[in-house]
């Protein structure tokens, strides 16, 4: 809970109206955070916000936020100017026990409006590849395409990340994963091209989202719908299969339908509302939360704002975010794929503690035609783990530790079998 708690924080604190800033102010607002954070002054830190930030989000719950990523990261020894983008200024900061990107900006007071890490590739590392971009209305989405070596069109997977602040490659603040980019090299090594993306408001995609609170679901289904339309267009592919991961199941099962993709592929995706599975989420960690959980997303589901929410829940539950959940619980999975008319496959593994096996047989059967793998001893990061949550969960920061063969094999087979099929 306390890594969903951070990354919701950090996204809050991510999404907004920009304003001109100069880079020496930014500096200087980076230099008092520093001063600030390292002898734990975190009242002075929530001071330092926007009144944007300061009022969803309550004291208590940024010197919570801070506290444990002193834990995480320990003190901040430097940073240094990477670039400007757009009226974002990046840094490379480098803490005790890690070294990370900042995303800042300020607001018109010189507040801190945008202040979010992300993971930093060291020096001489490969680092990632935007060589696909789809130009939304509402700016760059950037994506990695990997192609195979081939002289004639070769089928194309799209990927859609989860749910919070996932990158291309399935990782966010607290989870390194490295699940797609390892998935893109098995499909590239059978032949087969992909494309995966930052979703808008991540990334290099960062300056895409200006407000959250303007935010709903059916913007990221129309970003994938975008890229699906692009890669159909491109002559280097046969066909276009969309694969959809977690909350990016529902985006991409929609995104196939509307633009009639070859084939459609949920991996961990749900079969049930979305509210459902949150409420059961939280009665994990807390039953009197997920009692409050439940009423507030009923009330949602019934089109009203929640004002009053717990401060336990505010990071979920902030009045800025609830435009989203309002308009991703009003779907059900099992009625949108139904939508389809396409060959699907369902992957799924027995030890998601994300997402329950009974998740994809609902998904199985409402579409009977699909394809039902269950893959044994896989979790929700599509990694070999154990039922044990602490061991389980440890697999979410293990970057190197490979994806599941039986889930690539699985992936590829139903690829090749589309591609036969045409």
Request: aromatic share 8%; glycine share 6%; with cysteine.
């Given at each position: 809970?306390?890594?969903?708690?951070?990354s919701?924080?950090?996204?809050?604190?991510?999404?907004?109206?920009?304003?001109?800033?100069?880079?020496?102010?930014?500096?200087?607002?980076?230099?008092?955070?520093?001063?600030?954070?390292?002898?734990?002054?975190?009242?002075?830190i929530?001071?330092?916000?926007?009144?944007?930030?300061t009022?969803?989000?309550?004291e208590?719950?940024?010197?919570?936020?801070?506290?444990?990523?002193?834990?995480?990261?320990?003190?901040?020894?430097?940073?240094?100017?990477?670039?400007?983008?757009g009226?974002?200024?990046y840094y490379?900061?480098v803490?005790?026990?890690t070294?990370?990107?900042?995303v800042?900006s300020?607001?018109?007071?010189?507040?801190?409006?945008?202040?979010?890490?992300?993971?930093?590739?060291?020096?001489?590392?490969?680092?990632?590849r935007?060589?696909?971009?789809y130009?939304s209305?509402?700016g760059?989405?950037?994506?990695?395409?990997?192609?195979?070596?081939?002289?004639?069109?070769?089928?194309?997977?799209?990927?859609?990340?989860?749910?919070?602040?996932t990158d291309?490659?399935c990782?966010?603040q607290?989870?390194e994963t490295?699940?797609?980019?390892?998935i893109?090299?098995s499909?590239?090594?059978?032949?087969?091209?992909?494309?995966?993306?930052?979703?808008r408001?991540?990334?290099?995609?960062?300056?895409?989202?200006?407000?959250?609170?303007?935010?709903?679901?059916d913007?990221?289904?129309?970003?994938?719908?975008?890229?699906?339309?692009?890669?159909?267009?491109?002559?280097?592919?046969s066909?276009?299969?969309?694969?959809?991961?977690?909350e990016?199941?529902?985006?991409?099962?929609?995104?196939?339908?509307?633009e009639?993709?070859?084939a459609?592929?949920?991996?961990?995706?749900l079969?049930?509302?979305?509210?459902?599975?949150?409420v059961r989420?939280?009665?994990?960690?807390?039953?009197?939360?997920?009692?409050?959980?439940?009423?507030?997303?009923?009330?949602?589901?019934?089109?009203?704002?929640?004002?009053?929410v717990?401060p336990?829940?505010?990071?979920?539950?902030?009045?800025?975010?609830?435009?989203?959940?309002?308009?991703?619980?009003?779907?059900?999975?099992?009625e949108?794929?139904?939508?389809?008319?396409?060959?699907?496959?369902?992957?799924?593994?027995?030890?998601?503690?994300?997402?329950?096996t009974?998740?994809?047989?609902?998904?199985k059967?409402?579409?009977?035609?699909?394809?039902?793998k269950?893959?044994?001893?896989?979790?929700?990061?599509?990694k070999?783990?154990?039922?044990?949550?602490?061991?389980?969960i440890?697999?979410?920061?293990?970057?190197?530790?490979p994806?599941?063969k039986?889930?690539?094999?699985a992936l590829v087979?139903?690829?090749?079998?589309?591609?036969?099929a045409?």
């Amino acid at each position: 809970m306390k890594k969903q708690i951070l990354s919701a924080l950090l996204l809050l604190m991510a999404t907004v109206n920009l304003n001109a800033q100069s880079r020496g102010e930014v500096d200087q607002a980076l230099n008092k955070f520093q001063s600030q954070y390292n002898n734990k002054q975190y009242s002075d830190i929530y001071g330092s916000f926007s009144d944007r930030i300061t009022k969803q989000i309550n004291e208590d719950m940024i010197k919570k936020t801070m506290a444990q990523q002193f834990d995480q990261f320990g003190d901040l020894k430097s940073y240094s100017h990477v670039k400007e983008e757009g009226q974002f200024s990046y840094y490379k900061v480098v803490f005790t026990k890690t070294t990370q990107t900042l995303v800042m900006s300020l607001d018109d007071a010189k507040k801190i409006e945008v202040f979010r890490f992300v993971p930093y590739t060291p020096d001489g590392a490969p680092r990632v590849r935007s060589n696909f971009v789809y130009e939304s209305p509402n700016g760059k989405i950037y994506g990695s395409l990997e192609m195979p070596d081939a002289k004639k069109p070769v089928p194309v997977v799209l990927m859609v990340a989860g749910s919070g602040p996932t990158d291309r490659n399935c990782n966010q603040q607290g989870m390194e994963t490295n699940t797609f980019k390892m998935i893109a090299d098995s499909l590239r090594k059978a032949g087969i091209a992909s494309v995966r993306y930052d979703k808008r408001g991540v990334g290099e995609s960062a300056a895409a989202l200006n407000d959250e609170s303007k935010l709903v679901f059916d913007d990221m289904v129309k970003d994938a719908a975008g890229f699906v339309k692009m890669l159909k267009a491109d002559k280097r592919f046969s066909h276009v299969i969309v694969m959809g991961h977690s909350e990016g199941s529902l985006v991409g099962m929609m995104a196939a339908a509307r633009e009639n993709a070859a084939a459609y592929v949920s991996v961990a995706g749900l079969g049930e509302r979305a509210d459902k599975i949150i409420v059961r989420q939280i009665a994990a960690q807390s039953e009197e939360l997920s009692l409050k959980a439940a009423f507030m997303l009923d009330s949602m589901q019934k089109g009203n704002t929640v004002q009053n929410v717990d401060p336990a829940l505010q990071s979920l539950f902030r009045p800025s975010v609830q435009p989203y959940i309002k308009s991703w619980i009003k779907y059900d999975p099992q009625e949108e794929i139904k939508k389809l008319s396409c060959p699907v496959l369902v992957l799924q593994g027995t030890t998601d503690l994300q997402v329950p096996t009974e998740e994809a047989d609902l998904l199985k059967t409402a579409y009977p035609k699909a394809t039902l793998k269950i893959v044994d001893g896989m979790n929700h990061v599509l990694k070999a783990a154990p039922a044990d949550r602490a061991a389980n969960i440890a697999t979410y920061t293990q970057p190197g530790l490979p994806v599941s063969k039986d889930a690539t094999t699985a992936l590829v087979a139903f690829v090749n079998t589309v591609s036969a099929a045409k």
